[in-house]
């Protein structure tokens, strides 16, 4: 009975590198969301994932971030040359069905930018 | 612009009282709230739900209340226990986007 899988759970990166979060929501979930949380702050969401389809990116940086959710496979979430202010943990949820359901979330990557 | 505010970062209760969370919205047009718990380096846990037609739901220690007029819900979770200490988020709604807070952390004291 797993739960949504991240990987990895630590990822440290230098400026300007790529960083790549994968995400495999709960069994029988089609839904994944993804979200950010900055110290002291509440979590953010940025992305709202299908499979094949992205259904609202409004809470994405428009450069350097994208996310898939492929047919097969996990959720990856890609930011491009790493900036410092990156630096947070993000956080994969996934539920059933789309809105008014409950999202269940994975433990989260923390992201490290030096 | 903070739709959703937890204006009590952090409190502390005796094990067996209750512990109350509170938790303001603004936006009229969510209409459905959930409570999360925290532990530190793990993701969110689901605790509890309620929808706008209701006022009440309650789930073992859990009662989460709301009161759509004042756009205030609150967790209370009666016995505490020392288990219970963690960081608490409330989340608002209206379609698959949740809305959260900035998180209450509670001290449950021995």
């Known amino acids: 009975n797993a739960g949504v899988m991240q990987n990895p759970r630590h990822l440290v990166r230098r400026r300007g590198q790529e960083a790549r979060l994968r995400c495999s929501p709960m069994k029988g979930h089609s839904h994944v969301y993804w979200y950010r949380q900055l110290p002291e702050e509440g979590l953010k969401f940025m992305v709202y994932l299908q499979k094949e389809n992205i259904i609202d990116e409004s809470g994405m940086p428009k450069e350097r971030f994208s996310a898939e959710f492929p047919k097969e496979g996990p959720s990856i979430l890609r930011i491009q040359q790493v900036v410092r202010g990156d630096s947070a943990a993000y956080f994969c949820a996934s539920s059933k069905q789309g809105a008014a359901y409950e999202q269940y979330f994975g433990p989260g990557t923390r992201l490290t930018v030096t | 612009d903070q739709q959703v505010k937890q204006n009590s970062p952090s409190l502390s209760v005796q094990e067996g009282r209750i512990s109350i969370l509170n938790c303001d919205y603004t936006?009229?047009?969510?209409?459905?709230f959930l409570w999360y718990k925290k532990y530190p380096a793990e993701g969110p846990t689901f605790l509890i739900s309620i929808s706008s037609i209701k006022d009440k739901n309650e789930d073992g220690r859990f009662t989460v209340f709301l009161n759509k007029s004042a756009k205030h819900l609150s967790l209370h979770i009666v016995p505490s226990q020392p288990g219970d200490s963690a960081v608490y988020f409330c989340a608002a709604s209206g379609t698959y986007k949740y809305i959260f807070g900035t998180g209450t952390r509670l001290k449950v004291l021995a």
């Open positions: 936006n009229s047009m969510f209409d459905y």
